[in-house]
């Protein structure tokens, strides 16, 4: 079953410090993997995208990795920023016969304190 | 550029009733995908339209429904609603059956009394 588990579920740090979220997933066919953030009350917006080949990438003070053998992601955030407080949602897209899927994780709340 | 639109942007019904929210996708996107984020919860599919056509459906019952039009705006009906249904509904546009990423509008507060 194609699955996409995140954690910590909620995450409560303070501003200028960094933090790791988790992500692990049992999806195939593997297309890619995708980072959102969604703030509050908005739709999610795609921060970083990973495909097979790649286990880094970054986009400003989010760094995104890939371990394809053992399925597992994570989203750095370095200096956290008040402005960082959202959810941060793994997905993992799936390909079969030119159909794509999207398996959404749950996503980790992260909660940035001044 | 303009980015997914949704429409209404909050919407309240009772029990029973038929609740109707709009998409309209990025400018020369095609695949329109329907999502459902009941409170603290993670997004669960919904319906997936391309061209035209419903392309896949997550398991929602029947009364979740919809359609795309020619001009690739889309419509999600939700008949016989219940209380379960309240929920942030978004929508989510694409280029045409591509592996992009996902465009997402700001969704629809649906809540039902």
């Known amino acids: 079953k194609n699955q996409v588990e995140q954690s910590p579920q909620s995450l409560i740090i303070l501003e200028g410090k960094n933090c790791t979220l988790q992500?692990?997933?049992?999806?195939?066919?593997?297309?890619?993997l995708r980072w959102y953030k969604q703030d509050t009350g908005r739709g999610p917006v795609s921060l970083t995208i990973m495909t097979f080949s790649e286990n880094t990438k970054s986009n400003g003070r989010y760094t995104a990795t890939l371990d394809a053998d053992t399925k597992q992601s994570s989203l750095h955030i370095t200096a956290s920023q008040l402005s960082d407080s959202a959810s941060y949602i793994c997905v993992v897209s799936a390909t079969t016969s030119g159909t794509y899927k999207y398996i959404f994780g749950t996503g980790t709340r992260l909660k940035v304190l001044a | 550029e303009a980015g997914v639109t949704q429409s209404p942007t909050h919407l309240i019904k009772t029990r029973g009733q038929q609740a109707t929210l709009r998409c309209s996708p990025i400018s020369g996107h095609t695949s329109v995908y329907w999502y459902q984020q009941a409170l603290g919860l993670g997004l669960q599919f919904l319906l997936w339209?391309?061209?035209?056509?419903?392309?896949n459906r997550g398991n929602f019952p029947p009364r979740f429904s919809g359609r795309q039009f020619p001009n690739y705006s889309s419509e999600l009906n939700v008949n016989a609603l219940e209380l379960e249904d309240s929920a942030l509904y978004l929508c989510a546009s694409s280029p045409r059956r591509t592996n992009e990423k996902l465009f997402f509008g700001s969704g629809t507060q649906l809540s039902v009394l």
């Open positions: 992500c692990n997933y049992t999806v195939s066919p593997f297309s890619n």
């Open positions: 339209y391309d061209e035209g056509e419903e392309r």
